[in-house]
């Protein structure tokens, strides 16, 4: 079974990092699509119930991660596209404690390595990649 996914990594006008903190590890806000949405809505909506802040723009994609799990005890493929998003608001962000999410923390590029060293690995490239391009833009 494919699921379709998307989700952000979100920057600030400061240049700062979006990240959750879920089952222990460091993570980005993503999920699930809903019926009839493209990977742009998917990835807006979750980042905006996951971490409570809206005023989101959508950017380019930084690529596409695949994990697999069970699902009901059926083996799952979940194919999850990510994109570069810009926050703009002044929102604090909240975690979606129904989803698990225990914090939604702003972290300076400058700091990303410690941060790094506790994710999955299948989003270390995902992350450096838009690192590099908020160290860019800041």
């Known amino acids: 079974m494919l699921i379709a996914a998307a989700g952000g990594f979100i920057v600030n006008e400061k240049g700062e990092i979006l990240l959750i903190y ?9 999920g699930k699509a809903e019926k009839g949405e493209i990977p742009s809505e998917t990835a807006i909506r979750e980042v905006q119930e996951e971490c409570g802040i809206h005023n989101l723009t959508i ?3 930084l690529g596409e991660t695949y994990h697999t799990y069970k ?5 799952a493929i979940k194919k999850t596209v990510w994109f570069l998003m810009q926050f703009s608001g002044n929102e604090v962000p909240t975690p979606q404690l129904e989803e ?11 700091d990303i390595d410690q941060y790094l060293a506790n ?3 299948s989003l270390v490239e995902i992350i450096q990649q ?5 160290i860019e833009r800041h």
């Open 22 to 30: 879920r089952f222990g590890k460091w993570d980005l806000p993503k």
């Open 59 to 61: 950017g380019s994609t």
């Open 71 to 75: 699902m009901h005890g059926i083996p």
């Open 100 to 110: 698990d999410i225990q914090e939604v923390r702003w972290v300076s590029p400058a």
């Open 119 to 121: 994710t999955y690995d």
């Open 130 to 134: 838009g690192v590099g391009i908020a």
